[in-house]
């Protein structure tokens, strides 16, 4: 899983899986989710996420993390 933020346009992708988006569902305002060719959910992407979500400051609990990556 991998988190992006990309500050010029204040939006946040959450990519769950490697795979290629061939359907994109917004679920509600600025929220949108991907889907792989089997319908399976692939990543999260949530415009305007700086008034959404809490990005200063980022948890984990029992994550059964073998590679952590932290980049600025």
Do not use: C, H, R
């Not at 305007?48 to 609990?61: F, G, M, Q, R, Y």
């Amino acid at each position: 899983m991998k988190l992006t933020y990309f500050p010029e346009t204040d939006t946040l992708y959450i990519d769950l899986s490697s795979k290629t988006s061939v359907e994109s569902i917004e679920i509600s305002e600025g929220v949108v989710l991907d889907y792989d060719s089997e319908k399976n959910l692939i990543g999260i992407d949530i415009d305007n996420a700086s008034k959404k979500l809490e990005l200063s400051e980022l948890i984990t609990l029992k994550m059964p993390i073998i590679s952590q990556v932290i980049s600025a």
